[in-house]
């Protein structure tokens, strides 16, 4: 090892102890993606990482290729599981790039999906960056002549990976698959960082030089909100969007029996044919989201569902970007998750409530609408409910309630106080309908002054979506 | 169905609630566990109790069978896993006594294994009970006439399986394997509920009544501590285990260097077998174990081990049995995880700082080697090591880091607080080198004066341990 070497490494080893140190003020999450054609300088550059950071504090999320095939959710879903909180930093080997670029290796993708996935990593990658995290890639690449030496050298070695013999001889071809895909999936805001790998120390310092520069330069607060609320006051007179009327309920205890039944035989057919079935209610308080749900899930097997109610992120969540919890969430294949408030409650409530500045909320239609593409181009059904009821009918409900023994837990102080920003709420409401309705997610706007006939309307809904996938 | 079973069942569902509403406020949990020959009445009975308790507060942990051979940790995992917070209910299908009846009936377990299994479940519910949780156990029969008649009724219809078919044939041979084991995993604070399922009405009706009798009469508080801390002061003079003293070092670089070689290649040999390690550190403020850490995975690759610093517990982790947050970490076959601190937190800041009472923490020694015993029966390589320093060289250790810049972060006010406690930390240490210094998990007690002959020390027994195991 020369002694520059070693000089350098030792005050790159300080510096980014230094600044690891500050990360938690920081309050931003950094991760670190580690990829590129050189697999065994990928590996040797996070272990030096790992000598020159503290590694008690750095999470290595390494996806081992086999995890591939398996997966039974949206192919990115394991990338925001592992997401580092605010103050975390981690370093990915094997992240969402390498991984399209390992299937486009191996499976031949056809262009089209190659081009989605090409998008959705650049929809994935940008939330993240919007959201404060500092994204840092680096593509490690190694000159022909190098790796054919390298691999001499192993041969006869206990290092020798027979991996690394395919990995060169598919060399050509792997550069012309990924060098297109680099291209695509880099801004000025998150580049790919190509580096040499020839020289390994020269790498490493490299690599490390980076890190600290973008950590040096990285800023303690979030940029400037640039966005202001834009809520035309205009809107808020009404809900705008065409209401569905529910049909007339006639005889309800035997048209809710029969469409459960039928419910519960799609729901096991569905299991077989492991589709996937996500729901959601959104909905002012008392407009029967509840009630609603409990109908749905009566016949179905309890193993096969889960009902996720939504409340304030807790402070792990915080610390998140606002979707991590509800990827955390989907259902695997052949399983239904109900979300009881789900995401819209960024737009919705947090937008209200100040809780989300106005650039954070808007820029969430747009991070919505590609969340939900994802979950519908994995195969996913995806059924989202607005169940809607009138001022003066939510008022009549909440009396009723506070009359019912057992429902008048559910009627506090703060549902009257949420009342006064009613018409605060339509607007967001309305919003909300114009700009997350999509071809892939449209919303079924119910009406659900009839409780009943609006419980009978969510399950035929359900069931008709079921059967036209199935 | 009858009116009064309409009528009771009304009833039950508003007591249900009512009773689920104040979960909350009992700040324990409750496991519900629905088990039983009777395979359709389980599910029926689920989905009953769903309809009773709002299901959306619910969380049903249906365990397939297919996990099972799969699992590469230890067999209670997963249980640990999905364990109810305060507060919350869970109901479990195919639970810890399920599977292992499984497993008799399919895999002809020998006699050692299953007495261990059994063993292995009295502590897991009794460290449950003891927690505060509540757990309800039902054990669900048919008479085999009856299972006949339900079979005839189903054999020509959608609901038809043919598992249901087997589960008849090997009725008999199935009694004679779960009837010793229901016997010898209950007591009188955890018994199972048998249930004859024939009439599947009043099977629902008695589920539903004796859970509501368990939360009626279950205590808001948690019972009176007994407990009494019998530190014996007498016993704070010093570290009274034999302390390893290290081989002293001649050239450290080489060692090092030959030790971290090594090392690498046996994980590598470790990861190809499968082979799980654990390796814990415990010590006083500046013993050393952050510097042992980082020399002990210094060449492993980065995606093979993780590094788990123990902290105070956060909301969600004070909220679940203690050792929760550790089972969580567990590594999967063929991975390293270290704790820098573990579960060891329990009899030392716990209990000299009081978070723990004296029962807590005196039963803790027992819950401890039950659950290392866990991990070592899984085949898992476990090693202990507490580095010693006296107080004068803490004391020195701490001046040090305050004259060093890129140290100075780790020296704060509490750890000169925590000084002051010295003789009770004595104490605790003592107790706790005493009492869970196993034959399954020995502690190797490392003088840590000479920090990089420790260093090599723990290296070495890392390295013998392995070696003997591979």
Not at 294 to 316: N, S
């Amino acid at each position: 090892m020369p002694a520059s070497f070693k000089k350098q490494s030792q005050s790159l080893h300080l510096a980014l102890l230094d600044q690891q140190r500050q990360l938690h003020s920081k309050n931003r999450p950094v991760m670190i993606v580690i990829a590129g054609d050189d697999r065994i300088g990928r590996q040797h550059a996070i272990n030096r990482l790992m000598t020159w950071f503290d590694p008690r504090f750095v999470r290595v999320n390494a996806y081992t290729p086999q995890e591939q095939p398996s997966s039974d959710r949206p192919w990115l879903w394991r990338f925001w599981r592992d997401l580092p909180a605010a103050g975390q930093l981690s370093i990915t080997l094997r992240d969402w790039t390498a991984t399209l670029i390992t299937d486009g290796l191996n499976q031949d993708l056809d262009d089209a999906t190659l081009a989605r996935r090409i998008e959705q990593i650049n929809q994935f990658e940008q939330a993240l960056i919007d959201d404060g995290t500092l994204l840092i890639k680096f593509w490690l690449t190694l000159s022909e002549s190098a790796h054919e030496t390298r691999l001499t050298e192993l041969r006869h070695t206990p290092y020798y990976d027979p991996k690394d013999e395919l990995a060169f001889r598919r060399y050509q071809q792997a550069r012309a698959i990924y060098e297109p895909i680099l291209a695509q999936t880099q801004t000025p805001e998150r580049p790919w960082h190509s580096i040499q790998g020839d020289d390994p120390q020269q790498r490493d310092l490299t690599i490390g030089q980076t890190i600290l520069e973008q950590l040096n330069r990285w800023q303690t607060h979030r940029p400037l909100e640039t966005g202001t609320d834009t809520a035309d006051t205009a809107e808020s007179s009404a809900i705008k969007v065409r209401l569905r009327q529910p049909d007339p309920v006639i005889d309800y205890a035997q048209q809710l029996e029969d469409a459960q039944s039928e419910l519960q035989t799609l729901m096991n057919r569905a299991f077989q044919a492991k589709q996937s079935v996500i729901c959601l209610f959104e909905g002012v308080d008392a407009a029967g989201k509840g009630g609603a749900i409990r109908r749905l899930v009566h016949h179905l097997d309890a193993g096969q569902y889960q009902i996720v109610p939504i409340a304030a992120p807790d402070e792990a969540e915080k610390a998140h970007h606002y979707l991590w919890r509800f990827w955390r969430q989907i259902p695997a294949d052949g399983h239904l998750t109900i979300f009881d408030r789900s995401w819209y409650g960024r737009v919705l409530v947090e937008r209200v409530e100040g809780y989300a500045s106005p650039s954070e909320w808007q820029r969430a239609y747009q991070e919505i609408n590609d969340f939900e593409a994802q979950l519908t181009d994995h195969g996913c059904v995806l059924l989202k409910f607005w169940l809607h009821i009138d001022q003066a009918e939510q008022l009549a409900r909440f009396e009723a309630r506070e009359r019912t023994p057992h429902k008048q837990h559910k009627i506090t102080d703060e549902d009257y106080r949420n009342r006064k920003q009613w018409s605060a709420y339509e607007a967001a409401i309305n919003h909300m309908l114009t700009h997350t309705d999509t071809e892939h997610g449209p919303w079924i706007v119910l009406d659900a002054l009839d409780k009943k006939a609006a419980r009978i309307s969510v399950l035929k809904a359900v069931i008709a979506k079921l059967k036209t996938q199935l």
